[in-house]
């Protein structure tokens, strides 16, 4: 699903990945972890074509990302949700309007997208907070907000970047276990945090960056 062959990525001035390998299949979830700077929101950048790497192979559904024309990236994100840490909600649109936004630009048909971002609402729990604005939302709702709106066209990639960073301990929880059950009905799962902890109690594969490289890749006991 996910391979990256002797991939790097280098900015003008330093190094952010360096000769990072690995394959999460299709249907796996995975925990991306480092200190700030070791390159993990680099790397799922490149998954989702945000950037370009600029050496290695990244293969994603089959599709060499390193050969993909511009014009095909549109296509390559339809297949893959993204959720940030600042959540990237539109503050003047509602919470339905802001999880609506992808199958819009997809071209969906009204009913069709009231169906689905009401059963992505309803999933993360906010389907009461559709008509709501995100100012009057709590962090922890807000990101919920961005999980449904990365899930609404169900895509079978979904890519986390540091999505329990401002939360709590408990919401923290509860948000990792909302990708869990994701990954349950067949979503390949890639989450990068700095959450130590949290990642440990959660058992399951680890990939660990230091400084642009890949020193571990743990895989829990069972």
């Known amino acids: ?20 390998s690995f394959h999460l299949k299709r249907g796996e979830i995975a925990f991306l972890t ?7 929101t680099t790397l799922l950048r490149l998954i989702a074509l945000i950037e370009r790497n600029t050496g290695g192979q990244i293969l994603v559904s089959g ?5 993909m024309p511009t014009e095909r990236i549109p296509y390559l994100r339809r297949r893959i949700g993204m959720t940030f840490q600042d959540h990237r909600l539109l503050f003047n649109q509602t919470v339905f ?13 009204h ?12 999933k993360v729990g906010l389907l009461s907070k559709e008509k709501n604005y995100p100012i009057t939302l709590s962090a922890g709702q807000q990101q919920r907000v ?39 009905v067949g979503v390949t799962v890639l989450i990068a945090s700095h959450a130590f902890g949290l990642i440990k109690s959660m058992g399951h594969r680890t990939l660990i960056l230091q400084q642009g490289n890949l020193i571990g ?3 829990p006991s069972r």
């Open 1 to 20: 699903m996910i391979i990256f062959n002797q991939v790097n990525k280098r900015y003008p001035e330093y190094q952010a990945l360096k000769q990072v």
């Open 34 to 40: 480092g200190h700030s700077g070791a390159g993990k």
């Open 63 to 67: 599709l060499n990302l390193s050969r």
């Open 97 to 109: 309007n802001n999880v609506a936004l992808p199958l819009v630009v997809a071209g969906y048909r």
């Open 111 to 122: 009913q069709e997208i009231r169906r689905r971002v009401r059963a992505a609402l309803d």
């Open 146 to 184: 961005g999980i449904a709106r990365a899930v609404v066209n169900k895509p079978p990639i979904l890519l986390a970047d540091e999505p329990t960073g401002n939360l709590d301990p408990s919401l923290a929880k509860e948000i990792m276990n909302l990708f869990v059950q994701f990954n349950q």
């Open 217 to 219: 890749d743990s895989r």
